[in-house]
């Protein structure tokens, strides 16, 4: 078995209306999605972000390591891209598509290559309560947190940092007061504040009964400069600090964990190296008694990657009571997550099912995919 071609996909919707997080507003979603075939007509799917240049390093760099090869020789082509790239989001796509093909050559899903699936299905934390242009959060938030918690939602995530703290403090207490207890939420201020704001807003989550504040302070990179910031910021607050979405490496998770004070490291599979290498980081993740809650922001590829990811993770405690790593599960307007697959992938009382057939486990509707591809 060989590959004998790799293709790079570019998908985008346009947005009905600008949404998204503090920093930014999306007219559109957008992936970028690499699809392997072999000599023998099997096809692996990967997905990573649209970033610059990361299109072209997958074309003019990774491409031609794999070229040619067994898809099964995985370990040695991930080292090879990796070496010639030291680029996560590329890697990334290029491993999941080539543990897609592992898989499906084996006759295995994805979690069965690496020993067995702990469980069957996975709980989810939505995303939601985005920012929507022209509309103030007070008429958006409360009611949508409310229609979550009608379809069996047992955790929301919300953007908070857009507007000043003053405004928005007041209405994260009014969604959490309305909220059922057993209703979890959460908020991520996608680097939207400086450290005193980010500690005056800390302490207010943590009164108003948040589990955990993510992406707090302008984004982590492998330098020592930036997690010194998360380290003084762990040290004035109680409520756990998530972060490192967008960490490229083991490397810099190792960092992260030692010196930035990490209450709960979040590796994304489509932008950390791909499967194997976020394996590796949320073995770091547990050896420093730290939660490993993978990000997950993008299309059904990234999202049925994940899902094999989470079904390896054991729990952080041989405990009784503890917690499984919950999937996160935008669930903002993007067809490029619910359309791209012959079986989408559906929340049943509160989570989602692990795909159980060969590979990924899933199957890429490249019909309806042409609808969306625009390079």
């Given at each position: 078995m060989k590959i004998r071609?790799?293709?790079?996909?570019?998908?985008?919707?346009?947005?009905?209306?600008?949404?998204?997080?503090?920093?930014?507003?999306?007219?559109?979603r957008e992936v970028l999605l690499v699809r392997l075939e072999t000599d023998d007509g099997l096809v692996g799917w990967g997905e990573t972000c649209v970033m610059p240049g990361v299109r072209a390093v997958i074309d003019e760099v990774c491409a031609p390591l794999v070229l040619g090869q067994d898809p099964r020789q995985h370990r040695r082509l991930w080292q090879a891209m990796w070496q010639a790239t030291l680029n996560g989001f590329a890697v990334g796509a290029m491993d999941i598509a080539l543990h897609d093909l592992w898989g499906q050559a084996c006759g295995l899903s994805i979690a069965?290559?690496?020993?067995?699936?702990?469980?069957?299905?996975?709980?989810?934390?939505?995303?939601?309560?985005?920012?929507?242009?022209?509309?103030?959060p007070a008429?958006?938030?409360?009611?949508?947190?409310?229609?979550?918690?009608?379809?069996?939602?047992p955790a929301i995530k919300m953007r908070i940092g857009r507007y000043p703290w003053r405004h928005e403090l007041p209405l994260i207490a009014r969604v959490r007061d309305a909220l059922p207890d057993a209703v979890r939420l959460m908020a991520d201020g996608n680097a939207a504040y400086t450290l005193p704001t980010a500690t005056r807003?800390?302490?207010?989550?943590?009164?108003i009964g948040l589990d955990w504040f993510e992406e707090p302070m302008p984004q982590l990179s492998p330098s020592q400069a930036d997690y010194a910031g998360y380290e003084r910021l762990a040290a004035h607050l109680d409520i756990p600090i998530a972060c490192g979405e967008i960490l490229q490496s083991r490397g810099a998770f190792q960092q992260l964990?030692?010196?930035?004070?990490?209450?709960?490291?979040?590796?994304?599979?489509?932008?950390?190296g791909g499967i194997a290498e976020t394996l590796f980081v949320a073995d770091l993740a547990r050896l420093a008694a730290v939660p490993c809650i993978p990000h997950c922001w993008g299309g059904a590829i990234a999202i049925a990657a994940t899902l094999q990811l989470l079904a390896l993770l054991p729990a952080p405690t041989a405990g009784p009571n503890a917690e499984v790593a919950p999937l996160e599960l935008d669930v903002t307007e993007n067809p490029l997550r619910t359309a791209l697959l012959a079986e989408p992938l559906s929340i049943v009382a509160g989570r989602l099912a692990v795909p159980s057939g060969p590979g990924l486990g899933i199957t890429v509707d490249e019909a309806a995919l042409a609808r969306y591809r625009v390079g």
């Open positions: 071609q790799v293709t790079t996909i570019l998908a985008r919707y346009p947005l009905t209306q600008p949404t998204g997080p503090s920093i930014w507003l999306y007219t559109h069965e290559l690496y020993g067995g699936r702990l469980r069957d299905h996975v709980p989810v934390y939505v995303s939601a309560l985005s920012y929507v242009a022209g509309r103030d008429d958006v938030w409360l009611d949508e947190a409310l229609r979550l918690v009608e379809q069996g939602i807003v800390g302490r207010a989550l943590e009164q964990l030692a010196q930035g004070k990490a209450d709960i490291v979040q590796p994304d599979v489509a932008i950390c």
